[in-house]
C-alpha cells in the first residue's frame, strides 16, 4: 500500500523541497528497510522523525543526502529528479544540505577547527573568512578553546557539538539531523534545539530531525515522521499517538530563547565583509 502525505497543506508545488515516490530501500538486494514510501516536505518545514532502532530512519536521512540509492522509486531534492546522477550533480546538491550524524562522523586527523571549515574549504570560502566563521561558530557551541585538539581527545558530547557547528557553518537550505542530543544533557540539549528552531524562522531552513527524547518532542510542537514496519505516517503536534500513549515528562532544561539571533548576525557580517 502506497502511504501518501503532504508535509504542509496549502502549498504549491514548486514549494516542494524533498519529494519521495513509491521509493522503497535495502541493504542486501532482498529485505526492504522501507518499502513503497510517498511524501512531500515543503521548503521551510520543521519535523521531527521518530521510529524505533532499525526501523529506518537513519536509512531515510541517508537516501534525502543521496548517500544511499533506492531500490525502486523517484527521489526529487530541490524540483530536481536525483535518478542517475553525477558525482557531480550529487556534489552540487549536497552543497545545499548538511547532516549531523549520529557517530559524529568528524575526521580523527584533523584537528577540531579544521572540520568544522572542511565545508567551507569545500566550497572555496577565502581562508580570512574561513578564520573568522569558525572561530565564532566554535565559541557559540562552547568549544573555542578546543580549536586545536582533536575529536579523541573531546568526549562524545563535545564531538556531537563539532559535528553540529560544521552542519550549521554553511546555513543550509536542508538540514538533516541524527539524534544530535543523544549524548547532550538537558541544558546543551535545548541550547541546540532553540539554534535549530531560530535556523528554521529566520533562513527558512528545512529540518528534519531525528529523535528517541519524548521531551523534546512534548516541548518543541513540531509535527512528527514516525518509520514503522518499512512504511512511513504523520501525526500533528497534538496527535498524542505521537507518543505511544506513554507519558511525557516536562522539560527540565532552560526555556527557550532566541540564541540563534546574534551568532546569525555575526556569521552575516562575516560573510559580507
Known sequence: MVIFFTMITGMTEDKTIISFANISANYDGKHDVLSDVSFNISNGAFYFLTGASGAGKTTLLRLIYQ???????????????????????????????????????????????????????????????????????????????????????????????????????????????????????????????????????????????????KKLLETYKFPVITVDNHHVSFSSANDKKTFSGEHTRQWKGPQPQNYFADLSKQLEEIGKA
Request: aromatic fraction near 6%.
Open 67 to 213: 548517500l544511499h540509492q533506492p531500490s525502486s522509486g523517484t527521489i526529487r531534492l530541490f524540483g530536481q529528479d536525483c535518478h542517475g546522477l553525477s558525482r557531480n550533480d550529487i556534489s552540487s546538491l549536497r552543497h545545499k544540505m548538511a547532516i549531523v550524524f549520529q557517530g559524529y562522523s568528524l575526521i580523527s586527523h584533523m584537528t577540531v577547527f579544521d572540520n568544522v571549515a572542511l565545508p567551507l574549504r569545500v566550497r572555496g570560502v577565502p581562508n580570512d573568512k574561513i578564520k573568522k566563521l569558525v572561530t565564532k561558530t566554535l565559541e557559540w557551541v562552547g568549544l573555542g578553546k578546543y580549536a586545536k585538539a582533536f575529536p579523541m581527545e573531546l568526549s562524545g558530547g563535545q564531538q556531537q557539538r563539532v559535528s553540529v557547528a560544521r552542519a550549521i557553518i554553511i546555513q543550509p537550505e536542508i538540514l538533516l539531523a541524527d539524534e544530535p542530543t543523544g549524548n547532550l544533557d538537558d541544558e546543551n540539549a535545548s541550547r541546540l534545539m532553540e539554534l535549530f528552531v531560530q535556523m528554521n524562522k529566520m533562513f527558512g531552513t528545512t529540518i528534519i530531525l531525528a529523535t528517541h527524547n
